[in-house]
């Protein structure tokens, strides 16, 4: 966090000391988001605990493919917004432009994976957890459980993701207006903080989902 | 090339070979209980995302406490809310026909 800041409100000692506030606050948004995905970690534990064999029954109509594939492309989203920062931290806003419209695009990709593909392919399946669910038989309740934590943790991850493209295309548009330079990129970490810790989430959310309950 | 950028591709290789370690660990013959071990792999990802992607060796020393607090509470409201299923004993009652 070498930047300076081009321009310094009065209530901070030094640019640097403004920029450093910046990126605190990002973390400590962050450490609240943190505690926002727990209830929802802590209602895998419980379910499964108590309906093991439903809950892996459900897990295992989940398709495993495209949820490893939408691993892979965060990850790699992650990685090309990261090589953005430190291309910026160079100076090179040209190939800041280009690495955030890579993350921007496999961000995409990924939510059309997931919901264009996915979950249309779950609800043709009937696996939406209403009246007309597909599996029957004892472990009809289990699965049902594992299905409302897959649609409910699928769909706050994917908001997620939405205001992150929101946030991605932000800085392209300030970048694009030469905002952003060698001694100025406070907001460009801030978002690419955002930016990993939804990928961070999926990392979790993926065995989860798909790998927990596939060999029991 | 740029050390930094190295550094990064190198922890995006791990992060693949990771992810490869637990796709191919979740066909494992495992005990239903012991499954969420399919996890750790997971855990060393996050790992690696943070200090990678996220930087968190760098910077003001906030940046690390605001992570550490937010790992603390995670850790506490996970392990409260988890104490009652994992030590709760149902006992099984035999119903009997009153007549």
């Known amino acids: ?216 | 090339m740029n050390p930094r950028l190295r550094h990064l591709l190198l922890a995006w290789e791990l992060l693949l070979a990771l992810l490869a370690i637990e796709f191919g660990a979740s066909f494992l013959a495992l005990d239903r209980a012991a499954r969420p071990l399919v996890l750790v792999p997971a855990a060393l990802m996050v790992a690696v995302v943070s200090v990678a992607f996220m930087d968190i060796r760098r910077g003001p020393e906030t940046i690390r406490l605001c992570a550490a607090a937010g790992l603390l509470w995670l850790c506490i409201l996970l392990g409260l809310g988890s104490l009652d299923p994992m030590t709760r004993v149902i006992h099984h009652v035999r119903t009997t026909n009153i007549k």
């Open chain 1, 1 to 216: 966090m070498s930047e300076v800041s081009s321009t310094q409100e009065f209530q901070y000692s030094s640019p640097r000391h403004q920029a450093e506030t910046a990126i605190s606050g990002m973390w400590l948004f962050l450490a609240t988001e943190m505690l926002f995905f727990g209830p929802l970690f802590l209602a895998w534990i419980y379910s499964r605990h108590w309906n093991q064999q439903g809950f892996d029954a459900g897990a295992r109509q989940t398709e495993v493919i495209v949820g490893t594939v939408n691993t892979v492309v965060l990850v790699t989203s992650s990685l090309i917004y990261s090589m953005g920062v430190t291309f910026i931290e160079g100076g090179g806003t040209r190939r800041l432009i280009q690495c955030c419209i890579g993350a921007w695009l496999l961000g995409l990709m990924f939510l059309l994976l997931k919901f264009g593909i996915e979950w249309r392919h779950d609800f043709e399946r009937r696996l939406f957890p209403g009246s007309d669910f597909a599996i029957d038989g004892p472990l009809r309740d289990g699965a049902r459980l594992f299905f409302v934590f897959y649609f409910l943790g699928t769909a706050v991850h994917g908001l997620h993701m939405l205001v992150g493209l929101i946030l991605v295309g932000w800085i392209i548009l300030r970048a694009r207006r030469n905002e952003f330079s060698s001694s100025y990129y406070t907001p460009v970490i801030a978002v690419g903080l955002y930016w990993s810790f939804v990928d961070m989430v999926w990392i979790i959310l993926y065995p989860l989902i798909y790998l927990v309950g596939r060999g029991a």
